[in-house]
């Protein structure tokens, strides 16, 4: 009897632990960034797969501004500042960013504007966004890796 009980309550607790966890995943406080995580993904005009679709965004790791959730859906604004309903598990945590603004960006081997420059990225590219200091954030686009303005970037910084 003894070893049921105490079965029972040591699997009680490890629910209420992953429950608390995962809850607590979900309730981060907003804004915050995340990004695409499927090559395809559906905005909506409400927080339900039952709310007609507003846009459908075809690009992985296209960073997104968290907004308000709402029960598994995130609304979120996109680069353009379109607002929508997207369901929270086609959105990733991992940090990412978009290169704005008109012409060439640099891309640097250090965070300076004199260091060697190693690629000129265009407007629109989308990398992974790494640790950003004094106004530069690391990226890596498709392999390619250095130091980037952080005001060339849609997705660094506070959201």
């Not at 907004?67 to 990733?92: F, H, M, N, T, Y």
Request: net charge positive.
């Amino acid at each position: 009897m003894y070893r049921r009980l105490r079965n029972f309550v040591s699997a009680t607790l490890l629910l209420t632990v992953f429950a608390t966890g995962s809850l607590a995943a979900q309730d981060r406080e907003v804004p915050y960034w995340a990004s695409m995580r499927a090559d395809e993904v559906n905005m909506r005009v409400g927080p339900s797969e039952s709310y007609q679709v507003d846009w459908v965004y075809h690009r992985a790791k296209l960073p997104m501004k968290v907004v308000r959730l709402k029960e598994g859906w995130r609304l979120v604004q996109d680069p353009d500042g379109a607002q929508g309903w997207i369901v929270a598990r086609l959105l990733s945590p991992e940090r990412s960013a978009l290169v704005i603004g008109k012409g060439l960006a640099a891309m640097r081997a250090d965070a300076d504007a004199n260091s060697g420059l190693r690629w000129n990225v265009e407007p629109g590219a989308v990398g992974m966004l790494g640790e950003c200091q004094n106004g530069w954030c690391r990226m890596d686009i498709e392999g390619h890796k250095g130091w980037m303005e952080e005001k060339r970037l849609w997705g660094a910084g506070a959201p």
